[in-house]
C-alpha cells in the first residue's frame, strides 16, 4: 500500500487525527527519490499506528506554499491536526521512525 497521495482536497481529513507525517516531494528531486522509498516503507511497517503521506510540490503548489515549503525533500508531522515538526533534508528510517512512534506514545 505505501504512503498516500494527497491533494489539497484530500489533505486535511488525512491529518485531522492521530499521527500523521507527510512527505513533500517531487519526481525531478535526487534526494527526494532516496526519501520517498523509505517514507513508503515506513508506510507499511506503521500502518494502524500512524499515517504517512506525500505531496507532489509540482502538482500541489499551493498545499506547499501554504507551509511554506522551500526545498525538497521537507516531511511534516502532525498530531491530530496540529503541526508538531518541520523536518527538512534527507533523514534515515530510523530516526522518522522514533519521531513517529514518539508522537503515538509507543
Known amino acids: 500500500m505505501g504512503a498516500i497521495a494527497l491533494t489539497k482536497t484530500t489533505f ?13 516531494w517531487a519526481p525531478w528531486c535526487g534526494p527526494c527519490k532516496i526519501q520517498l522509498p523509505i517514507v513508503e516503507e515506513l508506510a507499511d511497517e506503521l500502518k494502524g ?3 504517512l503521506a506525500k505531496v507532489n510540490v509540482d ?3 499551493e498545499l506547499a506554499s501554504q507551509f511554506g515549503i522551500r ?13 508538531v515538526e518541520t523536518i527538512v533534508g534527507l533523514n534515515p528510517k530510523h530516526v522518522l521512525k522514533d519521531k513517529i ?3 503515538t506514545g509507543k
Do not use: C, M, Y
Not at 12 to 24: E, M, P
Not at 71 to 76: F, V
Open 59 to 61: 502538482n500541489e503548489t
Open 71 to 83: 526545498s525538497i525533500p521537507t516531511l511534516l508531522l502532525f498530531k491530530d491536526g496540529r503541526l
Open 101 to 103: 512512534l514518539k508522537l
Open 12 to 24: 486535511q481529513s488525512h491529518i485531522q487525527s492521530g499521527v500523521t507525517l507527510i512527505d513533500f
Open 49 to 51: 499506528q500512524a499515517t
